[in-house]
């Protein structure tokens, strides 16, 4: 129990720049005391002191603001930060070496009896105010975005933003840079409206961006042929679509520092 103890204070020293020495975590810290009295909640909640359980963690939740149901599985070295609002259901079941922050729900969405709660991995990090619902299972070392609400489960490492949650990933196929580069012509950032828009806004603007590209190049192959036959006058043709841009309508605001044209 003592090493236990010592794992969590030495824990929140690692993860907290506000903490200063054990002694003060021990005394001043919610996320700590929580779940101190959880662990022992929980071992009389596995003894079938189901009613004792349950008016120890009440009495917790009155002390730290922090209710932890004394059924949920909760692994080492976990730390709750600032701790006020945070909801943890029956069923849930915490890795080790995770971290949760204020207003977080670790909440079901059925009534019925059974796994109704999510399961995190090791090393997650839930952010303020986010909700993780259901039975479902958050891979190690996910990152769980502030306010994001996660109804689906969520791969190793991944990192979870918006409502409903959707997945960050990195940018690398070639179909997902091209439309980088026409969004970048036009002023607009696709990745920005893909993070910030619901999923089917983001993908009839990507759709859009595609749609754009290709008659981008079909317009430059059809004027090519034209000049060829004598259609028209000739004309520089732009060498490479991908890199161009479209000036912005509104000029940026001017530099004090700077006199002339170069204020701009």
């Known amino acids: 129990m003592f090493n236990r103890i010592r794992e969590d204070i030495r824990c929140i020293l690692e993860r907290d720049p506000a903490a200063r020495n054990a002694f003060e975590i021990f005394t001043t810290y919610p996320g700590f005391h929580a779940v101190l009295i959880h662990r022992l909640a929980h071992w009389l909640w596995q003894h079938g002191f189901k009613w004792l359980a349950r008016v120890l963690a009440n009495v917790a939740r009155l ?20 701790g006020m609002g945070v909801v943890i259901g029956e069923t849930a079941v915490i890795g080790d070496d995770c971290t949760l922050y204020h207003g977080v729900t670790l909440g079901g969405i059925s009534w019925q009896k059974g796994k109704r709660h999510p399961t995190l991995g090791r090393d997650v990090i839930v952010g303020a ?10 891979g190690d070392g996910a ?7 996660i109804l689906k489960s969520v791969p190793p490492g991944a990192t979870v933003v918006g409502v409903p949650g959707r997945v960050i990933e990195p940018n690398r196929d070639v179909l997902t840079r091209q439309r980088a580069a026409t969004a970048k012509r036009l002023g607009f950032d696709a990745y920005g409206a893909t993070r910030d828009a619901p999923d089917p806004i983001a993908d009839a603007i ?5 749609h754009i590209h290709h008659m981008d190049q079909r317009l430059e192959a059809l004027s090519c042929i034209l000049e060829h036959h004598g259609f ?13 841009a479209i000036e912005p309508v509104t000029q940026p605001e001017p530099d004090p520092s700077v006199e002339g044209p170069d204020r701009y």
Do not use: C, Y
Request: glycine share 12%.
């Open 129 to 138: 105010g986010a909700k993780v619902l259901g039975p479902i299972q958050i």
């Open 232 to 244: 028209m006058v000739h004309f520089e043709h732009d060498g490479d679509l991908d890199n161009l």
């Open 206 to 210: 990507n759709r859009m961006l595609d």
């Open 63 to 82: 002390f730290t603001g922090i209710e932890i149901h004394p059924g949920a599985v909760i692994g080492r070295r976990f730390f709750i930060d600032h």
């Open 143 to 149: 990152r769980i975005g502030s306010n994001a609400v």
